[in-house]
Each structure stands twice: as C-alpha cells, then as structure tokens.
C-alpha cells in the first residue's frame, strides 16, 4: 500500500515553456500532498503543499506565479512551472501521507530538463 | 540554521563492516523523525518512524534509535546493495511539513 507515483518521469522542455508534472496516489486518498525539488547533490526541499479543493501554501522564496499547484482531486495534485527557465532544472518530486498516517510516501521523481 | 543535521555526509564500507549514521535536531516540538532511503535518480523510499526517545525499529540489516536530541541509523554486516543516501527529516506539531538533512551518502564496497 502507500504507492504515489509521478508522471513523467524526465520532461525536456525549451526555456520559455510550461510543463505540468502529475503526482497520484494510487492506493489511498490524500487531502494533502507535498511538491520537493531536489538540486544535484542536494536534500530536498519544500515547495509546497497541495490542499485538495484549496489553494496550495508556498514556502518562502517560492513563486507561486511560476509554479502553479492544482489539487482536484483526492489522487491527484499538478505541478506547472510556468515559462520555464534553465535554472528550473531540477529532480521534483511529490509526496503523500498515508491515510491516517503521519508517514509520507514519496512519487519516484520528475526529471525537468530546460534547454 | 540548519534544523537537522547529518554526519558523516559520505562512508565508504568494506562489505560487513557496520556502521552508524547521525541524525541530530535543533528543533522543538517534534512530532517524529523519519529516515529514509534514496538511491540516484529516484524517490526516497520510507524506512523507519520514530516518535518518542528510546525507540527502536529494525529492518533487515538497519536499525534506527532515537534520543531526545538525535537518532542513529545502524548499518550492521552491511551488503553492497545497502549502498545509498540515507536522510534523515522532522515533521512537527501542526502540520505535515517534513524538513531533511542532506543526507548521509554510504558506498558499501565488495
């Protein structure tokens, strides 16, 4: 149980475009789930959190204009960078906590490539 | 300041050579520390949950403890496939937010 996956697994895109990143939960429903970026050899860290039927909560120095978070639905939560730039390459990657659960359960990542 | 911190930040191993990983916190009001296992280019993979100190979880060849300022992950007679990054994260009181250390980076050599 606790699967989340994450669709696609590495985008190239050129500088200027968006590109929307999917996070599912596949076998629970999450109300809330999380966006991370991780940069080479780096931790990761938050973005934001996605709120189902809610607007998403940025961390500080996080542009909510460029990095739009959608939360439709109980499975699944969207993350656009909008009029990406080459310094918006970085491994994404979302998470969930399991139903009833303070454990969170991470999608295997976006690759985001801009050239 | 860095709210958790991980050390060392890599280990290189001699095929079941054991070992010890640091996790220490700064924070309070910790609801749980967490660690998990990520290896390239993929997602981290949940291993263990700890919530009060003097916990203990095991988990094949790791075993992870908590105190009231830091948690240890043990590696014991660890095997090549072990080789990973290992991170450590807090999530507190009030929401679910998790915050991660860099990480402790383990090459388990043959």
């Known amino acids: 149980g606790a699967v989340v996956s994450q669709h696609p697994s590495r985008v190239i895109c050129k500088s200027g475009t968006s590109v929307k990143i999917e996070c599912r939960s596949l076998?629970?429903?999450?109300?809330?789930m999380f966006w991370y970026r991780q940069f080479p050899k780096q931790s990761l860290m938050l973005m934001a959190t996605?709120?189902?039927?809610?607007?998403?909560?940025?961390e500080q120095g996080v542009e909510k204009d460029k990095f739009l978070i959608n939360h439709a639905s109980l499975t699944l939560s969207t993350l656009t960078v909008t009029s990406a730039h080459p310094e918006d390459s970085s491994f994404y990657i979302c998470?969930?906590?399991?139903?009833?659960?303070?454990?969170?359960?991470f999608g295997p990542g976006t690759r985001l490539t801009v050239t | 300041e860095d709210q958790v911190t991980q050390s060392p930040e890599a280990l290189r191993l001699q095929e079941g050579e054991s070992s010890s990983l640091n996790c220490s916190y700064t924070?309070?009001?910790?609801?749980?520390l967490f660690w998990y296992r990520q290896d390239p280019g993929k997602g981290p993979e949940f291993l263990f949950t700890?919530?009060?100190a003097g916990e203990e979880k095991e988990k094949e060849r790791l075993k992870a403890t908590l105190t009231k300022k830091e948690s240890f992950l043990h590696i014991t007679a660890p095997k090549p496939e072990d080789s990973a990054t290992y991170l450590c994260?807090?999530?507190?009181?009030?929401?679910?937010?998790?915050?991660f250390g860099k990480g402790n980076q383990v090459v388990v050599i043959p």
């Open positions: 996605s709120n189902e039927g809610s607007k998403a909560t940025y």
């Open positions: 700890l919530y009060s």
């Open positions: 076998d629970f429903q999450a109300t809330t």
């Open positions: 994260a807090v999530q507190f009181y009030g929401n679910n937010r998790l915050a």
């Open positions: 998470s969930a906590p399991a139903s009833g659960s303070y454990e969170q359960y």
């Open positions: 924070v309070s009001g910790l609801r749980g």
